[in-house]
């Protein structure tokens, strides 16, 4: 599979992005799919994922309630809409497929370029 990620920029603190990610390569409906981010010097964490028919969702204690994940599979689109945006948000978010379900989420080595989201006044 092939990602493209798009969206991030620089936001003030409670400010809102929306992030796109675009798949190819990929039999998009089947997968369930997921944003992860890092920060430089840390490993990627899971952010939001959603399951292949978007019918349920999962969300990293630190965005819920502030972050909503959801797809369009005929687009093969993966979006991220962040809301209340906080410093510590800021890192290159990366839309991935994966398997093993929402709760035990694996993501496959098919990373992209990510897309940089900076909060800061």
């Known amino acids: 599979g092939q990602f493209v990620e798009s969206g991030g920029g620089l936001v003030q603190p409670g400010g809102s992005l929306r992030l796109s990610c675009v798949a190819s390569?990929?039999?998009?409906?089947?997968?369930?799919m997921s944003w992860y981010r890092q920060v430089p010097g840390k490993e990627r964490e899971l952010v939001a994922a959603i399951a292949s028919t978007g019918d349920a969702t999962r969300y990293a204690d630190s965005v819920k309630g502030r972050f909503t994940i959801s797809r369009d599979n005929d687009e093969n689109k993966l979006y991220l809409q962040m809301n209340s945006l906080k410093p510590e948000d800021t890192a290159v978010y990366y839309c991935?497929?994966?398997?093993?379900?929402?709760?035990?989420?694996?993501?496959?080595?098919?990373w992209g370029q990510g897309t940089q989201v900076t909060v800061s006044s």
């Open positions: 390569a990929i039999s998009f409906s089947a997968y369930v």
């Open positions: 991935i497929a994966g398997r093993r379900g929402l709760n035990f989420f694996t993501p496959y080595d098919w």
